[in-house]
Nanobody
Framework: QVQLVESGGGLVQAGGSLRLSCAAS????????MGWFRQAPGKERDFVAA????????YYADSVKGRFTISRDNAKSTVALQLNSLKPEDTAVYYC????????????????????WGQGTRVTVSS
């Protein structure tokens, strides 16, 4: 079993930046696609960004394109989400997710595609 632990959340003013990190521990061998999702208060969990094992395939929600960047370091078993130009509507708990992939070029955007989740890190953007 692989454990995922997110970090890097916090309180930031609108227009600011944060860098979230997700560290995987345990049995991390094999091809794993990774994703970030977020859940705002009173709302459903939504897709934010995803990346393939090889890093060559990335997807972003329309609401974050051009502002957020997902990346990964397989040697360190980490995936990061750089959040720039933050808006109050980006306020949410951000979750890291993982699933096995058939090759290094698969990335996934649906919650149901992921089998392993972290506990989340809270991001609050003040206006």
């Amino acid at each position: 079993q692989v454990q995922l632990v997110e970090s890097g959340g916090g309180l930031v003013q609108a227009g600011g930046s944060l860098r979230l990190s997700c560290a995987a521990s345990g049995r991390t061998g094999g091809n794993y696609a990774m994703g970030w999702f977020r859940q705002a208060p009173g709302k459903e969990r939504d897709f934010v960004a995803a990346i393939s094992w090889g890093g060559g395939v990335t997807y972003y929600a329309d609401s974050v394109k051009g502002r957020f960047t997902i990346s990964r370091d397989n040697a360190k078993s980490t995936v990061a989400l750089q959040l720039n130009s933050l808006k109050p509507e980006d306020t949410a708990v951000y979750y890291c997710a993982q699933r096995r992939a058939p090759s290094g070029s698969y990335a996934y955007t649906a919650i149901r595609d992921y089998s392993n989740w972290g506990q989340g890190t809270r991001v609050t953007v003040s206006s």
